[in-house]
């Protein structure tokens, strides 16, 4: 009796060492985790510049969704917030439908980027601006981009990153087109293989806009891309056939039909039911292509041209008819700060229109200039600009070529100060765990466990040597 007491004993004190041993490490890990955040937003919890709302970290300050937690599905982002941060959804690899509310206004860099899982985002009418790599690697079935919607694209030293850049979508929507920026090309935008793809533009066709990669992926250029159509609404008929064509710019044309514009129209009325909404027709006002061609369309587009470029590696230079002043909006030395400008643009041939009355070409270096025909009011003369009654200089170089080379040179150091700018957007890193913690009490819990295994066999063998010397 007593030698199955002391047995029963040993087997308590092992039971509780080992619950007493669970929970001290359970709470360890509970604590670690805590720390480190299973749902990416534990560095945000106890941070004052932040706060947490349904899975969401926000910076109080600018209004910015920063992080998302990392187990969503589905996520509404609320109207109060402005923008969606730098890769605010970049740990949120499960993620596959998002809305937008209306009054958020920007869709940060890389927002969305990587995220397989995601096949439906909703955009409202208040957005201003998608900046580069928003959707890149989503696999959406209908992208709505909204009218008035800036698709900000990331300029470099000889490169372009677009906003649509990778994405695989079936049906892709442009509310508006008179005044749409579409930026470049669409030659990295992969169709459904089937050639199912669809790009629908819901008005007149785009006057701005470059083709050449719409053509290069309808053929088949982009790789695992099948070939797509080109739609518009029924009411836009007369605009985009008036004589029943089938082909715009090479690319197949339809009109669609009422069941699939009502479809369309049924992901997101208020997108195509505001119609008070004007496009703004001189918004950005310029364009550029994938062979480093960039169209400036008005004086505005000119400034906000100036104000982008840093040392984009270009061939042609080309104003619109239209321009007829093309002023100077760069850094020079006499009122540094003045504009945000590069110091030089340097492009191989610079094209102007029959519209063009005056010209300041000062801190343009080019091979080759062209005047469109039938200017009555300018004139190229042996690099010159002149007036062909009077055959005064309107405007003349003010660099020997030595010094413009010397120049073209220091422009091609200049930094990637889009690249500098991503690297201040990148969000705070959180915090590193220190494993050593959570190590140094796992060697406590087990030395806990050893002392009341021991005393438990203490406690048995003692309980025997009793036994035996009461026989």
């Known amino acids: 009796m007593n030698h199955r007491r002391a047995r029963f004993k040993a087997i308590l004190f092992l039971f509780i060492g080992a619950i007493l041993c669970s929970g001290f490490l359970n709470t360890s890990r509970a604590e670690e985790e805590s720390s480190s955040g299973d749902d990416n937003l534990s560095f945000y919890n106890d941070n004052p510049d932040f706060k947490v709302v349904d899975g969401l970290a926000i910076e109080i300050a600018t209004n910015t969704l920063v992080m998302c937690r990392s187990d969503a599905r589905s996520v509404i982002v609320p109207g109060n917030v402005k923008a969606i941060g730098f890769s605010a959804f970049m740990e949120s690899s499960m993620l596959q439908s998002v809305i937008v509310s209306e009054g958020v206004k920007e869709i940060g860099v890389g927002a969305f980027q990587g995220h397989e899982n995601l096949t439906s985002i909703t955009l409202p009418t208040t957005l201003e601006v998608i900046y580069n790599y928003a959707f890149v690697g989503c696999n959406l079935d209908t992208l709505i981009i909204p009218r008035n919607t800036f698709l900000d694209p990331?300029?470099?030293?000889?490169?372009?990153?677009?906003?649509?850049?990778?994405?695989?979508?079936?049906?892709?929507?442009?509310?508006?087109?008179?005044?749409?920026?579409?930026?470049?090309?669409?030659?990295d935008i992969k169709f459904p293989a089937d050639g199912s793809g669809r790009i629908v533009f819901w008005g007149n066709p785009p006057e701005y806009i470059d083709v050449s990669g719409l053509q290069f992926n309808y053929n088949g250029g982009e790789v695992e891309s099948g070939?797509?159509?080109?739609?518009?609404?029924?009411?836009?008929?007369?605009?985009?056939?008036?004589?029943?064509?089938?082909?715009?710019?090479?690319?197949?044309?339809?009109?669609?039909?009422?069941?699939?514009?009502?479809?369309?129209?049924?992901?997101?009325p208020k997108l195509f039911s505001d119609e008070d909404r004007t496009d703004v027709t001189e918004y950005p006002g310029w364009s550029f292509d994938q062979y480093h061609n960039v169209t400036i369309y008005s004086e505005e587009g000119w400034y906000r041209y100036c104000i982008a470029n840093w040392g984009m590696e270009i061939n042609d230079l080309r104003?619109?008819?239209?321009?007829?002043?093309?002023?100077?909006?760069?850094?020079?030395?006499?009122?540094?700060?003045?504009?945000?400008?590069?110091?030089?643009?340097?492009?191989?041939r610079l094209l102007l229109p029959s519209s063009l009355t005056q010209a300041d070409l000062d801190h343009m270096i080019f091979e080759e200039m062209i005047m469109a025909e039938g200017n009555r009011h300018v004139a190229v003369d042996n690099g010159r600009l002149i007036d062909p009654d009077s055959g005064d200089i309107v405007w003349e170089p003010t660099k020997a070529a030595e010094e413009q080379t010397a120049a073209a040179e220091k422009l091609k150091k200049t930094p990637d100060y889009d690249q500098l700018a991503r690297e201040k957007e990148q969000p705070l890193e959180k915090p590193r765990q220190d494993d050593s913690s959570f190590w140094s009490r796992v060697v406590v819990a087990v030395a806990f466990t050893t002392v009341v295994i021991i005393a438990a066999l203490l406690v048995s063998m003692r309980d025997v040597w009793m036994k035996k010397r009461a026989d």
């Open 154 to 187: 990331n300029l470099g030293q000889s490169e372009w990153y677009g906003v649509l850049d990778a994405c695989r979508v079936k049906t892709l929507v442009f509310c508006g087109t008179d005044g749409l920026f579409l930026p470049t090309t669409f030659g």
């Open 227 to 268: 070939t797509f159509s080109i739609c518009y609404p029924a009411q836009f008929a007369e605009a985009w056939a008036p004589n029943g064509e089938t082909e715009w710019n090479g690319i197949l044309i339809r009109a669609l039909s009422w069941s699939e514009e009502q479809k369309l129209i049924q992901k997101s």
């Open 319 to 348: 104003f619109a008819e239209s321009v007829d002043f093309i002023l100077e909006y760069f850094n020079v030395d006499s009122d540094e700060g003045m504009y945000p400008g590069p110091s030089e643009i340097v492009m191989k």
